[in-house]
């Protein structure tokens, strides 16, 4: 047998990526213990019409969860099916009732009903995860719904806002990331028990004379698996499925990029507003030990692209099962399944943390809205001109000319004479007072009502999670 250590490949997402509990729900050991789940449901219910035996279905139970991983592999090297080894290795365990595992049923009527429950308890746990992130941003959107800040549009300073209220701009994305999932939960379902091409006709032939019909025998046991079934398959559930859940994913994925890119953005210190927590003893570059790199973020942008692309694969495997089936979605399946729960629940648990340990530049945002802001408020000075009888266009032109002005002096690393050069213009104080200037450039283009709406999206978080 093979021994997985660092001394071979190990996929990156069987140690380095993910919690232990998504670690365990995509695990082959887990997969193999709800294969046998499945086993016994379908044997209890044959059970109950004289298929199979009491004691049979005793036995399997006494040892559903005994999973002989190595024996498994040894006869997998020589049937070369990973299922049906499951079944000789759990026969083997069970002297009695080891000859009617499986009976009438197909691989996929196992294998799918498997991995709907995978998706769904991925999804549970990927709703923790979110939950717990939205807890976070709302502790810090209330913390910060009223520290000003300059905006920016096109990466260039804009008008002011809030902490507040650029962090709600996150926590929306996440709020319907939480609403995208919770829709799409309760719609996983799995194959059923419809046999080879999903007509039940092996079922039909097994339980001829028996008084249950395949359908009643197929609700019984996935009311025991807890999971609904869709009510038309072939050999498999519909690979749309997949396709829908890992969009889910991928919005996720979106969110946590669009906030990780933007921290940064604004970590460097051309911005310095923002910075992700940096440890004690963290090496930012091993040249360079100066460096503070947003790793963490950087690292999420990363997981982010790849889990992006994921959907595209299962929509591959949706539109290209031919007829009944194919089987070319199998090999992909094993890890795009996987590493997508994987990827997306170490986003969370990065970004949950950068968000409880975010650093603020408090002198960094002050230096930056009082360089930029006064442009911001040239905005007001205009509506305040025409209000007074200048020409509009003409306010306009003289305006945009001191802010050019005063833009290539801060470029020069001179300080902004925005305010000093508009209230010393001869064409506009004919309309207003060089004081009046002064006071409608010093008081900023305002924020508007972004601390209130900050504190109506932390309510509404609050709300959700409760």
């Not at 999420?300 to 692209?305: F, G, K, N, T, W």
């Amino acid at each position: 047998m093979t021994a997985y250590t660092h001394e071979t490949y190990i996929s990156p997402f069987t140690w380095r990526y993910g919690s232990e509990a998504m670690r365990r729900l995509w695990s082959e050991v887990g997969k193999r213990r709800l294969w046998r789940r499945i086993w016994v449901a379908l044997a209890s219910v044959q059970a109950e019409v004289g298929l199979v035996s009491p004691a049979q279905v005793a036995e399997l139970r006494a040892h559903q969860q005994e999973i002989n991983w190595e024996r498994a592999q040894e006869l997998e090297a020589d049937l070369r099916h990973d299922l049906m080894a499951e079944v000789r290795a759990y026969a083997e365990q069970c002297p009695l009732g080891g000859a009617i595992i499986h009976l009438g049923a197909t691989s996929m009527d196992i294998e799918d009903n498997a991995d709907a429950l995978r998706l769904r308890e991925g999804l549970l746990l990927i709703r923790e995860g979110l939950k717990g992130l939205l807890a976070a941003f709302g502790e810090r959107i209330e913390a910060e719904a009223d520290t000003v800040i300059m905006a920016y549009t096109h990466i260039q300073p804009a008008e002011p806002t809030t902490l507040g209220y650029r962090l709600s701009q996150y926590a929306q994305d996440f709020y319907e990331d939480l609403r995208a999932l919770d829709s799409a939960l309760p719609l996983v379902r799995g194959k059923g028990f419809k046999g080879a091409v999903g007509t039940s006709a092996s079922y039909d032939h097994l339980l001829r004379g028996k008084g249950l019909a395949p359908g009643e025998m197929e609700a019984r046991i996935m009311a025991q698996l807890g999971l609904p079934a869709f009510p038309v398959t072939t050999q498999t559930y519909p690979r749309k499925q997949d396709y829908q859940v890992l969009s889910v994913l991928a919005g996720i994925a979106q969110s946590a990029h669009k906030f990780s890119l933007d921290l940064r953005l604004l970590q460097s210190p051309l911005f310095g507003e923002l910075a992700e927590p940096f440890g004690q003893h963290q090496v930012g570059s091993s040249a360079m030990p100066f460096k503070r790199n947003p790793v963490s973020s950087e690292s999420v942008c990363s997981l982010a692209r790849y889990v992006a692309e994921l959907p595209r694969v299962a929509w591959d495997n949706a539109a290209h099962s031919a007829l009944e089936r194919t089987l070319d979605d199998s090999a992909n399946r094993r890890s795009v399944l996987p590493e997508a729960f994987l990827a997306t629940d170490e986003m969370l648990t990065r970004v949950r943390r950068v968000v409880q340990g975010l650093r603020l530049g408090r002198e960094a945002m002050q230096r930056n809205l009082e360089t930029y802001g006064p442009f911001a408020a040239t905005e007001p000075l205009l509506m305040t001109l025409v209000q007074a009888g200048a020409d509009r266009q003409e306010m306009h032109e003289r305006i945009r000319e001191c802010s050019m002005a005063a833009w290539a002096a801060i470029q020069r690393g001179e300080a902004s004479p925005l305010i000093a050069s508009l209230a010393a213009d001869e064409v506009i104080r004919r309309y207003l007072a060089p004081d009046v200037i002064r006071t409608i450039l010093n008081a900023g283009a305002g924020v508007g009502d972004a601390s209130q709406r900050s504190l109506e999206m932390a309510r509404m978080i609050r709300q959700a999670l409760s």
